[in-house]
């Protein structure tokens, strides 16, 4: 069920996600971009916890 392959695969999205807003700085729309990757970074971080804390327990 919960393990820490899941954990793993939520820090590698934030990673690329991040990576590809780092890229797109140029964008227009980078500030739109960074808004939505700090409110799902925090979701996936959350989820990270979880993940963590279900798989420890």
Do not use: E, G, R, W
């Not at 990673?15 to 807003?21: T, V």
């Not at 996936?44 to 279900?54: A, D, G, K, P």
Request: net charge negative.
């Amino acid at each position: 069920m919960f393990n820490i392959n899941h954990a793993f695969d939520h820090f590698l999205l934030s990673f690329i996600l991040k990576s590809f807003a780092f890229m797109k700085q140029s964008n227009h729309h980078f500030h739109d971009i960074c808004k939505d990757l700090i409110v799902l970074d925090s979701y996936i971080t959350i989820l990270n916890y979880l993940y963590l804390v279900f798989y420890y327990l």
